[in-house]
C-alpha cells in the first residue's frame, strides 16, 4: 500500500490502512483539564489507566468505548470535531493536508523514532487522588 494516505481522502481508508496511520505516540491518551469558566483545555503528563506504559499500547483497544466512556474511537466522521486532538497526531496532519512527520512509522518502516508520551508520563492507575490532576499540567509541551 504505497502512500496510499497520499492518494486517498481518510475516508477512503482501508480497515488496515486506517490503523496502520496511528503512529502510537499515545498522546490523545493523555488526560486534559478543562477550564469550567473559559473553555481552555490544559494537556497533563497523566496517561489514561488503559495506556500501558511499557508499550504506549491500549489494553483495551477493541473495547475502549465501553472500558472508557470519555474515549472517544476516531472516525473519518468525528475527526473535524475533535479539536482537543493533538496537532501532532497524523490523522489530524491528513485530515489537514499537511505531511507526515519523518519518524512516521510508514515512512520510517519502524516505530523507533516515535516520540511517546509513555517516556514520561504517569498512569492515572497510580495517581492516588485523581481530583488533583492540575499538578500534572504540563501546557508547555508541545503538541
Ligand atoms: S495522537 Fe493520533 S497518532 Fe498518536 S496515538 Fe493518538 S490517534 Fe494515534
Ligand atoms: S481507552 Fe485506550 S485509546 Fe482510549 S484514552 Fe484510554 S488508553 Fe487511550
Given at each position: 500500500m504505497p502512500s496510499?494516505?497520499?492518494q486517498k481522502s481518510l475516508a477512503e481508508f482501508s480497515q488496515e490502512e486506517w490503523e496502520s496511520l496511528c503512529d502510537g505516540c499515545g498522546r490523545c491518551c493523555l488526560i486534559q483539564l478543562e477550564d469550567e469558566d473559559s473553555g481552555e483545555r490544559h494537556l497533563t503528563g497523566v496517561a489514561c489507566r488503559h495506556l500501558a506504559l511499557n508499550n504506549c499500547r491500549c489494553?483495551?483497544?477493541a473495547d475502549r468505548a465501553q472500558q472508557q466512556p470519555d474515549c472517544v474511537p476516531l472516525t473519518p466522521q468525528n475527526l473535524a470535531g475533535l479539536d482537543w486532538m493533538p496537532e501532532s497526531?497524523?490523522?489530524r496532519r491528513i485530515a489537514e493536508q499537511r505531511p507526515l512527520p519523518d519518524?512516521?512509522?510508514l515512512l520510517r518502516g519502524d516505530a523507533s523514532a516515535v516520540p511517546k508520551v509513555c517516556n514520561f508520563a504517569v498512569s492515572?492507575?497510580?495517581i492516588a487522588?485523581?481530583?488533583e490532576l492540575e499538578v500534572y499540567?504540563?501546557?508547555d509541551y508541545e503538541s
Open positions: 496510499f494516505w497520499k489494553t483495551v483497544y497526531c497524523a490523522y519518524w512516521h512509522p492515572e492507575a497510580a487522588n485523581t481530583d499540567i504540563i501546557n
